[in-house]
């Protein structure tokens, strides 16, 4: 088990667990894989998600209402990994939720279940020691996000910290979706190079394929979320919301001069 992309760019998708139900987030994980997602971030629910834009706030007070919390995550991992061996499984979280269960409890249960790696929006590099520490002895992954304000002193710092990937962000702010690429990605995802052979994936703002050919012509890989979790939020539970996840992953990773005929028939 390992963060690496099978596909050449990668896909790495963002779901909030428990938006609107379990049930409903096991069928679009599994249909967003079987559509070539290569990494699934499995977003941890939480009360105060100030780095994300209202799409996902809203699938947060959702997943919370359904009763979801981490340990609910966690089993939703080990579920996915008897399902799909390949994946990577990502546990993106705020820090609180991790405290709150205890570092080393949630390291060593995120292991047992099956995941491969740990995103915390909210832990700067800088405090991480005792965090790298734990994940390191439970065999999972830290991956860091790397903003264009980043100054090459602290860029360096990220990519020393981060395993299987480096998450680059598009541009400042929250989440949400776009009708451009930034134009900085393209240096940022240059300036992180200089420091890490490890591949880098870039996310906010991505929602359609002319945004995600854009984007991995320079990247290796782009990270989609807002886009996906509007698509839940719009279809609704079960297969639906599944079968909506998996024609929208189709529609992203087909080459743009494809969707133009398709749309044009």
């Known amino acids: 088990m390992a963060l690496t992309f099978r596909h050449k760019p990668g896909l790495v998708t963002y779901i909030t667990c428990g938006d609107p139900d379990l049930d409903t987030s096991r069928e679009v994980i599994l249909a967003a894989i079987r559509a070539g997602a290569d990494v699934i971030e499995l977003g941890v629910p939480f009360s105060d998600p ?3 834009g209202p799409v996902i706030q809203r699938a947060s007070e959702r997943a919370l209402h359904s009763g979801t919390t981490l340990r609910s995550v ?3 991992a080990r579920e996915i990994r008897q399902q799909q061996p390949q994946v990577g499984l990502l546990v993106f979280s705020y820090l609180n939720p991790i405290i709150r269960f ?3 409890s949630f390291a060593n249960e995120a292991n047992r279940n099956g995941v491969d790696g740990v995103l915390v929006t909210d832990l700067p590099v ?3 020691a005792p965090h790298l520490q734990i994940m390191r002895r439970h065999q999972l992954e830290t991956v860091f996000l790397a903003a264009p304000t980043s ?5 360096k710092a990220i990519c020393d910290a981060s395993r299987g990937f480096v998450y680059a962000v598009s541009r400042t702010g929250i989440t949400g979706t776009r ?3 930034a134009a900085d990605a393209s240096e940022l995802v240059k300036r992180i190079k200089q420091f890490t052979s490890l591949p880098v994936a870039v996310g906010f703002g991505i929602s359609n394929a002319q945004q995600f050919a854009e984007v991995t012509s320079f990247a290796d890989a782009a990270v ?3 886009g996906i979790v509007q698509v839940i939020e719009q279809a609704g539970r079960g297969q639906a919301a599944a079968d909506a996840v998996h024609g929208f992953i189709s529609d992203l990773l087909r080459p743009p001069s494809q969707t133009a005929k398709v749309t044009t028939t």
């Open 50 to 52: 100030v780095a994300d």
């Open 126 to 128: 800088e405090e991480a």
């Open 102 to 104: 205890g570092l080393e």
């Open 224 to 226: 989609v979320g807002s």
């Open 179 to 181: 009708q451009e690429v």
């Open 74 to 76: 966690l089993q939703l």
């Open 151 to 155: 100054p090459d002193e602290r860029i």
